[in-house]
């Protein structure tokens, strides 16, 4: 098993992760985008792709 950390929109699964992403949880659990894509570059923030 491998874990890759997303840190960018350009990362070339990013959208793919984000479909999953909105299908694992309900809309008001979600971040909005705006939100998500700050957060992306916080070193203390983990979007791993597995």
Do not use: C, V, W
């Not at 990362?11 to 700050?38: C, V």
Request: net charge positive; glycine share 2%.
């Amino acid at each position: 098993m491998r874990f890759e950390r997303l840190t960018s929109p350009q990362h070339p699964l990013y959208k793919r992760a984000m479909a999953l992403y909105a299908d694992s949880f309900p809309p008001h659990e979600q971040r909005e985008n705006a939100s998500q894509l700050r957060i992306l570059g916080d070193e203390a923030y983990r979007f791993n792709l597995i």
